[in-house]
């Protein structure tokens, strides 16, 4: 019987192919779009879930609240503090401290510790580099190839990751006892080699170094005694005994802040932080190449969500209306003794033939679009499509589609009355209600202009945020690394002067960071020879063209004199207004105090720029001059001829620092990633309301061609009558303009709630005005007028005699 119900099921399929393709087409794009929602978002939630200890993993992380209501966050803790750790927290079953780091350069040496680094080769590592203990093999999942983990009790010894071994020694085999060199001033000894990291992991590490070798190196990789100096690169994670909770160390944290602790500037607490959570927490970061906020997963499941209903919509909407052509066949068999549960289960096997049928589609669509994921998605290349989770998902997908879609049809047509049916009194004003395929359309509609609305403020915002005032000139701005250590600070200003001679460089500045970028590096202050004040100061050290290059300008005052230490300093209107200045001419001239160093008087007020992205406040700014601070090179070119200029900068560089790989990039690629999350956001907007549109095109496409073909008597008398091609036309698209219309009051205030809590994260964000709500409503009108519009006009120029008869 089974057989013969599919087969039945196939013939009235072949038999209606219109309303067949459509409804597989739909159905197809929409779980195609789910499906790739569905990797996304199982990828990024199984981030370190196969940490066999994930639930006691700890991070210790700092907070900072500040006198001015301001807080700092930081996810480092100071170096004392972890020995401190061991000391206090001795039921702590593990303390692993971990100082990361990443932009370092390697040389590879090979076996030959003498070798001439110049002559090597060189690497420049984007994976992070962590300077660690022994106890980080206990704590996380990490399979040995070669070596222990006790040969990092020693300094000068590094553990390679097997692609890391590979890149730089061909065969993972033959690293171990070969030799490296990081940033030219470390010298390691490869002994031993591990597996590398999954990639849905946050441990992305290239190697592991011995933390003693970087307290042997406090002047080149930041090691420091001082509990007041904090740095994000060195964070620690603990491990709780099974036994332990979070609340009970937790609670002991305050008094350890008060025994160890000399706060200056602001209230600390060192808190934990669950190891589950890092990948999740904009607040911290978290130590891989991004973090994901669980919002933007949960509405892009949301959306996957909304775009199988409106498929599902599509069906129910077609397959009701279709119901009025299959009244006959209903009849008979009714008359030949079927039942209504055997007619049930024949719609709902012509329902999931359709649905199967779309899932093998979808797969092949989601197939096809999967190497373009890494567009919208932070999506490894090396994910696959087809896994376990993916395969059930898709089986529950076919089952919860084929409900959704097939069991309401079912229901109708299994209801027909015989003698109605064969009689033809079964129409479609009551095949399922007119009033539920309104609120059919109207819900789909509604969706799709809420996707709409979300992309048009998506969009805008993004367009804000790149065409903003950020108080510098971003353009043409090449940032090259520099070297601050006493080898290399005679080599800086001849370098400088060779630039500056080349006709497409406009100008050069030595500064420690680019003007915007994720820098935070900040002290406590004090101003006019008084007591600190109770909020930090953010600082920026840049040679005297700091100003020129990128571009900044002056309320009040001159840039500080040309010197390699500091003896003036600069400070921007923000810092002016929060010490109680509003004239820039008043402030110049009084002394302020970095730290605990000397008294120096500000001699400018710049305007404010935007040091971080547009989401955070403009922060505090002091800059100066402070030579052995000078980490980067930015390079103002001419970009008449770009490609040459640079080509001619790189260069000149290498021939400055032979022992060293060149590494440039341009200012404005650090801004945009200021933005990647909100930039796939947009993009993913644009995408699914592209998505929602076609599938409701195809829905309103099929229900006015089933309108059409019912209508065809109807309208071969309004035009023997007189009636014109434009107002049959009118007729088929008034009802479904006043849909649309209802569906636009629904959508207005339901798309306003969730795009203006997306706009909460930006500091500098757009209003959301009526003119984003008229683009949607009118984008939606054309859209549809074109759909209904194609067939109406269609119809409306049949020959009416040919109308008449047919029917």
Not at 17 to 42: D, H, M, T
Not at 194 to 203: G, H, R
Request: aromatic share 12%; hydrophobic share 45%; net charge positive.
């Amino acid at each position: 019987m089974f057989r013969t119900y599919l087969k039945t099921a196939w013939r009235t399929l072949i038999r209606n192919k219109a309303y067949s393709a459509i409804n597989i087409s739909g159905l197809a794009i929409g779980i195609a779009a789910c499906l790739l929602i569905f990797v996304v978002v199982q990828f990024e939630l199984s981030y370190d879930a196969f940490q066999p200890n994930i639930d006691r993993i700890y991070r210790v992380v700092t907070t900072e609240k500040h006198g001015d209501g301001s807080m700092g966050r930081n996810p480092g803790i100071p170096c004392p503090a972890y020995e401190a750790l061991k000391a206090d927290f001795p039921q702590l079953e593990k303390i692993v401290p971990m100082n990361v780091s990443s932009g370092n350069q390697v040389t590879v040496l090979g076996s030959d510790p003498n070798t001439d680094a110049a002559s090597s080769k060189k690497f420049i590592e984007d994976e992070n580099i962590a300077f660690t203990t022994p106890d980080y093999f206990d704590m996380f999942s990490v399979k040995w190839l070669s070596g222990t983990a006790s040969s990092l009790k020693e300094p000068g010894n590094v553990v390679l990751t097997k692609a890391q071994a590979e890149k730089y020694f061909t065969d993972y085999k033959n690293a171990t006892g070969r030799f490296l060199k990081i940033d030219n001033a470390l010298l390691l000894k490869v002994s031993g080699v591990v597996t590398d990291a999954p990639l849905n992991s946050d441990m992305i590490m290239g190697m592991f170094i011995s933390y003693e070798s970087f307290k042997n190196k406090p002047d080149i990789f930041g090691y420091s005694t001082d509990w007041g100096n904090l740095s994000s690169n060195h964070q620690v994670f603990v491990l709780l005994p099974k036994n332990a909770t979070a609340a009970a160390i937790q609670a002991k944290l305050p008094d350890f802040v008060k025994k160890h602790y000399n706060e200056t500037n602001g209230k600390k607490e060192q808190l934990l932080q669950p190891f589950r959570d890092i990948h999740f927490d904009g607040n911290y970061g978290s130590l891989g190449n991004h973090s994901t906020d669980k919002n933007i997963l949960w509405t892009l499941a949301f959306i996957g969500v909304l775009v199988i209903i409106m498929a599902s919509i599509n069906f129910v909407n077609l397959s009701t209306a279709q119901a009025v052509g299959r009244s006959k066949e209903v009849g008979i068999r009714k008359v030949l003794g079927s039942k209504r549960g055997q007619l049930i289960y024949q719609v709902m096997g012509e329902t999931f033939i359709i649905v199967v049928m779309s899932a093998l589609l979808a797969v092949c669509i989601a197939k096809i679009a999967m190497p373009f994921m890494s567009n919208v998605a932070s999506l490894p290349d090396g994910v696959s499509l087809l896994s376990v989770p993916t395969i059930i998902f898709l089986f529950a997908v076919v089952i919860v589609v084929t409900l959704l879609s097939g069991f309401y049809p079912a229901l109708i047509v299994s209801g027909f009355k015989p003698v109605l049916a064969l009689k033809s009194k079964i129409t479609s004003a009551s095949v399922g209600g007119i009033s539920l395929r309104r609120a059919l359309v109207v819900t789909q509609f509604a969706i799709s202009q809420i996707l709409i609305i979300g992309t048009i403020v998506a969009v805008s915002q993004m367009n804000h945020v790149r065409n903003a005032d950020l108080g510098f000139n971003k353009d043409a701005l090449l940032i090259l690394p520099a070297y601050a250590d006493s080898a290399n600070l005679a080599r800086m200003e001849p370098l400088k002067q060779q630039l500056l001679q080349n006709p497409g460089v406009v100008s050069v500045s030595f500064c420690s960071d680019e003007v915007s970028s994720s820098n935070n590096w900040a002290s406590n202050f004090a101003f006019d020879h008084k007591e600190d004040e109770d909020y930090p100061v953010f600082h920026k050290f840049g040679d005297a063209d700091y100003m020129s290059t990128y571009g900044v300008k002056f309320l009040a005052g001159r840039n500080y004199a040309k010197s390699d230490t500091m003896k003036e300093m600069v400070i921007n209107e923000t810092l002016m207004r929060k010490l109680g200045y509003t004239d820039a001419q008043k402030i110049i001239g009084k002394d302020m105090r970095i730290g605990s160093g000397s008294w120096y008087p500000v001699v400018g007020v710049v305007k404010d720029f935007q040091t971080n992205s547009l989401k955070d406040e403009t922060k505090p700014i002091m800059i100066a001059a402070k030579k052995d601070f000078y980490f980067n090179i930015a390079v103002k070119v001419n970009t008449n001829n770009l490609k040459g200029t640079t080509a001619q900068i790189q260069k000149l560089w290498e021939k400055t620092y032979p022992e060293y790989a060149y590494n440039s990039h341009f200012a404005d690629e650090t801004i945009e990633n200021f933005y990647r999350q909100e930039t796939q956001l947009a993009l993913l907007y644009k995408i699914f309301a592209g998505i929602a549109i076609f599938i409701s095109c195809l829905g309103l496409y099929g229900l006015v061609s089933f309108m059409a073909s019912q209508k065809t008597k109807e309208v071969g008398i309004r035009k023997v009558l007189g009636a014109s091609v434009s107002s049959i036309v009118v007729m088929f698209s008034k009802e479904f303009t006043i849909l649309i219309s209802i569906a636009f009051v629904i959508a207005v205030p339901v798309a306003w709630f969730i795009m203006n809590g997306w706009l909460q994260d930006f500091q500098y964000r757009i209003t959301i005005g009526i003119g984003v709500f008229l683009l949607a409503i009118f984008t939606s009108l054309i859209i549809a007028w074109i759909t209904v519009g194609y067939k109406a006009v269609k119809a409306a120029l049949v020959n009416p005699v040919k109308s008449l008869k047919s029917e």
